[in-house]
């Protein structure tokens, strides 16, 4: 299994471009994340979803908009880049089921640099 | 709003030497609170969770306390060895989300 997928790993924008991040998890998760970390700072919650179909928002929404058509896809949208959307973003999925799991599973993050 | 904090930024211990990281959280509502360890470079790895109505939890080289009383929780590393360094994150789940406290460094010197 491949886990969680993110593309691309590396990416420079400018002001007021727009990009989707993507993430992709093959373990049939229900539960999806994304998160930003900016440098030497904690992980920031953007955008949660808990199925196909279902989105909520996080600490930190703003500027971002998610989609969540199937179970395995949830990508992170950016519509008018800001500098301040510089970040290192992480997707992350979690497993559900009868027994309480806290276990999530992280991408390998992708580095946004908005110029 | 209610969040997750750590005491400490950083932390250096001597290879062989226990290692204890703080974390304080506010939400008395949260039913998990977990830790992850993240390399440089790399994304968080789930270490081991305590559920709210535990006070330890035991793993492999590592304890987790729960100290519901001042809402604190610690992670405990037994022998710590190089491949510990890292920045470990104390982490609190309420419903559906997960959400992280801005994390210790973890420096083994050898």
């Known amino acids: 299994n491949a886990g969680v997928t993110q593309t691309p790993k590396f990416r420079i924008l400018k002001i007021g471009q727009s990009m989707t991040l993507q993430c992709a998890q093959d373990?049939?998760?229900?539960?999806m994340y994304w998160y930003r970390q900016d440098p030497g700072m904690g992980l920031k919650l953007i955008y949660y979803?808990?199925?196909?179909?279902?989105?909520d928002k996080g600490e930190v929404p703003n500027g971002y908009n998610v989609s969540r058509s199937t179970t395995e896809d949830f990508p992170l949208r950016l519509e008018l880049a800001a500098p301040s959307q510089t970040s290192v973003y992480f997707c992350?999925?979690?497993?559900?089921?009868?027994?309480?799991?806290?276990?999530?599973?992280f991408g390998q993050g992708t580095r946004l640099t908005v110029v | 709003g209610e969040s997750v904090g750590l005491h400490l930024p950083t932390l250096s211990v001597q290879e062989g030497d226990n290692s204890i990281i703080n974390c304080a959280y506010s939400?008395?509502?949260?039913?998990?609170f977990i830790w992850y360890k993240q390399e440089s470079g790399k994304g968080p790895q789930f270490i081991i969770d305590?559920?709210?109505?535990?006070d330890k939890r035991q793993g492999q080289r590592v304890t987790v306390l729960l100290n519901k009383t001042v809402k604190h929780l610690s992670l405990q590393i037994a022998a710590t060895q190089p491949g510990d360094s890292a920045v470990y994150f104390c982490?609190?789940?309420?419903?559906?989300?997960?959400?992280f406290g801005a994390g210790t460094r973890l420096t083994v010197k050898p």
């Open positions: 939400n008395s509502a949260s039913d998990y």
């Open positions: 979803s808990v199925g196909a179909g279902i989105t």
């Open positions: 373990m049939n998760h229900n539960y």
């Open positions: 305590i559920r709210s109505n535990m």
């Open positions: 982490a609190e789940k309420a419903n559906n989300d997960m959400r």
């Open positions: 992350a999925s979690r497993p559900t089921g009868g027994k309480e799991n806290t276990e999530a599973f």
